[in-house]
């Protein structure tokens, strides 16, 4: 299987401090990574497509500067929270993709179990 | 822009009953994905699909190209399977998704 692991899975923090999520694929390289960000009853949304060793593609409306990704290596990528605020409270979620494989398999997204932020 | 909907929202069904979800699309995509959200929020990835039909144990997922819809079944459902079911399209070209709004299904022993 494809494992990918995400770290911590719950955070509290004071507002105006950073907070840093991590992504890993354990077991598989990830040549692209995503993050998503999910508000209560609502549908994932797309923060950033991260791409090994290359700048981050953010989403319209997606503060960058706020949200630093970076992608180290094919296994790791972090997200980092800055200057947390309440209304970034919310549940952050890591996928990772193989890309195109031998057999023709593409496209498929392995989900870490997320991370739930709240910022007080 | 690919809008993903899916229906119903919200379903309630008595352990053994044979569950369908729906999804449909307004863009030709490359592949569809349907996913599980457990209550704590981790994802799993049951089906990517861009034809015909899939199966995995008691889940069986179908994709009609032409008329850009897609369903999901559960088959002698358990309350095991409650969990929120997440359509998502691939657009050709990358490897975004879109997501539908989820469906919550809720399995009575």
């Known amino acids: 299987g494809a494992v990918v692991s995400q770290h911590p899975s719950w955070v509290i923090c004071k507002s105006g401090t950073s907070v840093k999520i991590e992504c890993r694929s354990l077991d598989f390289q990830a040549t692209t990574m995503f993050w998503y960000r999910q508000f209560p009853k609502q549908s994932l949304m797309l923060m950033a497509t991260?791409?090994?060793?290359?700048?981050?593609?953010?989403e319209q409306g997606v503060e960058k500067d706020k949200f630093l990704i970076n992608h180290a290596s094919l296994t790791l990528s972090t997200l980092t929270v800055t200057s947390a605020h309440p209304e970034d409270s919310s549940f952050y979620i890591c996928?990772?993709?193989?890309?195109?494989?031998?057999?023709?398999?593409?496209?498929?997204?392995?989900f870490g179990a997320g991370t739930r932020l709240s910022v007080l | 822009k690919n809008e993903v909907e899916q229906s119903p929202q919200n379903l309630t069904a008595q352990e053994g009953e044979f569950i369908t979800i729906n999804c449909s699309y307004s863009?030709?995509?490359?592949?569809l994905h349907w996913l599980q959200q457990h209550p704590g929020g981790g994802i799993v990835s049951l089906f990517m699909?861009?034809?015909g039909k899939k199966k995995h144990g008691r889940l069986i997922a179908t994709i009609n190209i032409q008329e850009k819809h897609s369903s999901l079944h559960i088959t002698a459902s358990h309350p095991r399977d409650s969990a929120v079911y997440i359509c998502a399209a691939t657009n050709f070209g990358n490897e975004k998704l879109t997501f539908g709004t989820g469906t919550r299904l809720t399995i009575i022993p």
């Open positions: 863009v030709g995509i490359s592949a």
């Open positions: 699909l861009s034809s």
């Open positions: 991260s791409n090994e060793g290359s700048k981050a593609t953010y």
């Open positions: 996928s990772a993709s193989k890309g195109v494989t031998g057999t023709g398999a593409k496209n498929i997204q392995y």
